[in-house]
């Protein structure tokens, strides 16, 4: 099955920078839309970034200018460079993939959004 796998969270200090990974595996024809989501305690899951297959960004309006989203489609790869974190950044971050893969025992095939298991980025001094 169709798995995301993060890397990168851990414990930065204010004003630090940490980079995320992940990478996506499994039995799929085709990624669409790759996406960062974030969920602090207490708070609904929010999304950070998103990058379509072509390259297009968005960016939540409090992250603009301090966050980076870039994808690798040749290693179905999407990365979250963080610069200038905030303690207000502190969250478990999840990827989210958009996948284009085939329906079982059929000839056809569907799209499903994956979640990773998130990854967590504590911004403390």
């Known amino acids: 099955q169709v798995q995301l796998v993060e890397s990168g969270g851990g414990l930065v200090q204010p004003g630090g920078s940490l980079r995320l990974s992940c990478v996506v595996s499994?039995?799929?024809?085709?990624?669409?839309?790759m996406a960062w989501y974030r969920q602090a305690p207490g708070h609904e899951r929010e999304l950070v970034a998103s990058?379509?297959?072509?390259?297009?960004?968005n960016y939540s309006d409090s992250n603009k200018g301090r966050f980076t989203i870039s994808r690798d489609n040749a290693k179905n790869t999407v990365l979250l460079q963080m610069n200038s974190l905030k303690p207000e950044d502190t969250a478990v971050y999840y990827c989210?993939?958009?996948?284009?893969?085939?329906?079982?025992?059929?000839?056809?095939?569907?799209?499903?959004?994956?979640w990773g298991q998130g990854t967590l980025v504590t911004v403390s001094s």
């Open positions: 499994g039995p799929f024809l085709d990624i669409d839309e």
């Open positions: 989210n993939a958009f996948v284009r893969e085939p329906v079982p025992g059929t000839g056809y095939d569907r799209y499903l959004r994956h």
């Open positions: 990058i379509t297959k072509g390259g297009v960004t």
